[in-house]
């Protein structure tokens, strides 16, 4: 049995992580505490961590904390859970050396999780090969064009046999709920989760990103549907004559709608939100410009170029220019 599968036989339920610097410390945080909340509410070490950087020294997080850790990854082998929380700048520790480390650890059983970019350096050592994932939202589109061989899924957090992910931030405590859920009963998850005064247990497969935080619009069914439907069409853009139909509306009623709540066009909403899409494709994968075009929905590198323009003001290239 897996760890999300089964409940606890050994005590205590020993964790590592992995912190990689850049890591976010909210993401981390919402996973460590509610471990040593369980600890405290059943009055004794139902769980133990232990924390390891890539070399053994201090990791500076995204908020500039410098955490001090126990151990080098490389120098232990018996690591029965290790969780990689890893969020901003992870390219310049995502390395070939790293990977070979977390192949070897594969091989004496160790069982993998990711938070946030945490995802990424998982597979890139070919761990969540044949396995479905989430990572954070920023970085999905980038994440299913850089590894096809990953069922990606803009969910919270997903459990997968001997893999679990999440997408960063408040979903770590989503998920480490569950291992409590799971391991010591639900009693134990909502008391940990009453600590943090936290109120509603969120499921794995709830999505990462609400459409909008204005509940007028995420109330309306057409709206909504529109957005839903725009969403899952980027590389094949609908006309919004064929997207109107398709949802059981009218491009009057959607005309209507979109100016009322969004103050824009269907149009122009659904063009912007795949030039954002481009946006992030163009800093955070070394796909081409026109490969790009075709993924968000443009026919030709030219016209990519003149609607990126009139939108963020610059060229597709210096967009990359400047990342780079």
């Known amino acids: 049995m897996y760890l999300f599968g089964k409940e606890a036989v050994s005590k205590p339920q020993k964790i590592a992580f992995l912190l990689v610097p850049g890591f976010s410390m909210l993401c981390f945080s919402s996973a460590l505490e509610p471990l040593r909340a369980a600890n405290f509410k059943v009055g004794e070490k139902i769980y133990e961590w232990k924390l390891y950087s890539i070399h053994g020294s201090t990791v500076r997080a995204s908020n500039g904390m410098d955490i001090n850790v126990d151990a080098e990854i490389a120098l232990d082998d018996n690591i029965p859970v290790l969780i ?35 995802s990424e350096i998982l597979a890139k050592a070919g761990l969540l090969d044949g396995y479905k994932a989430t990572v954070h939202w920023e970085n999905f589109e980038s994440f299913t064009e850089t590894y096809p061989n990953i ?4 969910d919270l957090y997903i459990v997968d046999r001997n893999r679990f992910t999440s997408g960063g931030g408040t979903t770590s405590l989503d998920m480490m709920l569950q291992l409590i859920r799971v391991q010591h009963g639900l009693k134990l998850s909502t008391d940990v989760a009453d600590i943090f005064i936290y109120q509603r247990f969120r499921e794995g497969n709830n999505p990462q990103r ?17 957005i839903e439907t725009m969403e899952a069409t980027i590389e094949t853009p609908l006309l919004i004559t064929e997207l109107a139909e398709q949802i059981g509306s009218t491009v009057r009623e959607l005309e209507r709608l979109f100016k009322k709540h969004l103050k824009t066009s269907p149009a122009n909403y659904y063009r912007n939100h795949r030039l954002d899409i481009a946006q992030r494709l163009l800093k955070q994968t070394d796909l081409s410009i026109l490969d790009i075009a075709i ?9 990519f170029a003149r609607s990126y323009r009139n939108r963020f003001g610059q060229a597709p290239k210096t967009s990359r220019r400047i990342v780079s």
Not at 151 to 154: C, R, S, T
């Open 84 to 118: 990689i929380c890893a969020s901003y700048d992870v390219e310049e520790s995502n390395t070939k050396q790293l990977a070979a480390i977390l192949r070897r650890l594969r091989s004496k059983g160790t069982e993998f999780g990711g938070m946030d970019a945490g």
């Open 151 to 154: 069922q990606a899924e803009l």
């Open 210 to 226: 609400l459409i909008s935080n204005n509940p007028q619009i995420r109330n309306n069914k057409v709206l909504t549907k529109a």
């Open 295 to 303: 993924r968000c929905g443009f026919n030709s590198a030219t016209s």
